[in-house]
């Protein structure tokens, strides 16, 4: 039951974007068409996933037995970059339009705030490897969630009638803050 409530926290309670705010650049960039989206939710969750494991393994089997916790940050930094690099290479490589599409997005998941807040939340509340294996990929389902929710709405707000002033990111912007307080909600669902 502890591991379901962790998926569920991370995907819906405890969101990356809506709840810390972190991955927001990604966010409001490629959620202007649902396809976009998706992938680059996708690339993200794998990322994450991968991030979680090899960031618990670093932390529990190396940094902490040799008293390196000051290595903490730069280490993460370095998983991550790693890993956006060999996603970047196998889109490029898979499909040249999905790269072409995800543009500079692709190698800003290496900066995604939201990675690198992933490894550094999972370590804090010392879970185990199964539980950060869990929060890493429910944090990146999450991710995904409300990138597609955003792409969806953004696309029927290109079809609405929207006043002039508040066209692109300052709808967006709006946008986020009410899905933002939708996902509040959550909150007393795990208690």
Known sequence: MELVAIFISAVLVQNFVLYYFLGICPFLGVSKKIDSALSMGLAVTFVMSITAVVSWLINNLILIPYDLGYLQIVSFILVIASLVQLVEMFIRKISPPLYQALGIYLPLITTNCAIMGLALIAALNGYSFVETVIFGFGS????????????????QLDLSDVPEPLKGAGIALIVAGIMALAFNGFIGMLT
Not at 142 to 153: D, H, P, R, S
């Open 140 to 155: 990146g389902i999450g991710f995904t969630l409300a990138i597609v929710l955003m792409a969806g709405i953004r696309e």
